[in-house]
């Protein structure tokens, strides 16, 4: 099981705009980074820190955090960002174990 | 632009260890966690665990008893080996590059996976 907690799946009508939520007690104090990941690729990065996106990454992705919840949100989705998803944190141990979210599979429709 | 690349068998047998390394090009191993994640068909991604390039090494607790990794700084390269495994340790194996900060970490470079498959 994770302790980050992630729904399956979200769709989007294309141009529209989709959050996705992870939850987890670790992001009380700590932030997560994203990952897209699309089929038969190796994840990549997207978004981490306080809004931090590497070089090439769109600035339609951002990211906002409320208590316990981190959310990432693709405002104006395009065809390209259909993908899986994934938050990564810290575990709530304290030990410095990294930990990921199930994956949210995004569909634009 | 730094390029990780894993190698290794893509089929171990029930019971024994699994073994990979991965290379490290274009950058240095120096300030960097050196981490192992993987991806069981189908699934999710889970971490296994990371090496800092000073040596000291963070498991995941689930995988900590069967699980070492090394590092050789002299051939850019680091390496996993996991022991006693099961049709369960079937998945795709990411070597990964990752920074932790004192509120954020994250994963900046990914090799682009091999499939180990446990079976006889």
């Known amino acids: 099981s994770s302790e980050l907690t992630q729904d399956p799946a979200v769709s989007v009508a294309l141009g529209q705009t989709v959050s996705i939520a992870c939850q987890g007690d670790s992001l009380r104090n700590y932030f997560a980074s994203w990952y897209q990941q699309k089929p038969g690729q190796a994840p990549i990065l997207v978004i981490y820190g306080d809004n931090n996106r590497p070089s090439g990454i769109p600035d339609r992705f951002s990211v906002s955090t409320s208590g316990n919840t981190a959310s990432l949100t693709i405002t104006g989705a395009q065809a390209e960002d259909e993908a899986d998803y994934y938050c990564n944190s810290r575990d709530i141990s304290g030990a410095f174990n990294w930990v990921f979210g199930g994956g949210t599979r995004v569909t634009v429709l | 632009q730094v390029q990780l690349q894993e190698a290794g068998p893509g089929l171990v047998k029930p019971s024994e260890t699994l073994s990979l390394t991965c290379t490290v090009s274009?950058?240095?191993?120096?300030?960097?966690?050196w981490s192992w994640i993987r991806q069981p068909p189908g699934k999710g991604l889970e971490w296994i665990g990371y090496m800092y390039y000073s040596g000291s090494t963070n498991y995941n607790p689930s995988l900590k008893s069967r699980v070492t990794t090394l590092l050789d700084t002299s051939k850019n390269q680091f390496s996993l080996r996991l022991n006693s495994v099961t049709a369960a340790d079937t998945a795709v194996y990411y070597c990964?590059?990752?920074?932790?900060?004192?509120?954020?970490?994250?994963?900046?470079?990914w090799g682009q996976g091999t499939l180990v498959t446990v079976s006889s």
């Open positions: 274009g950058g240095s191993i120096s300030g960097y966690y």
């Open positions: 990964a590059r990752g920074l932790d900060y004192a509120d954020y970490a994250r994963i900046d470079s």
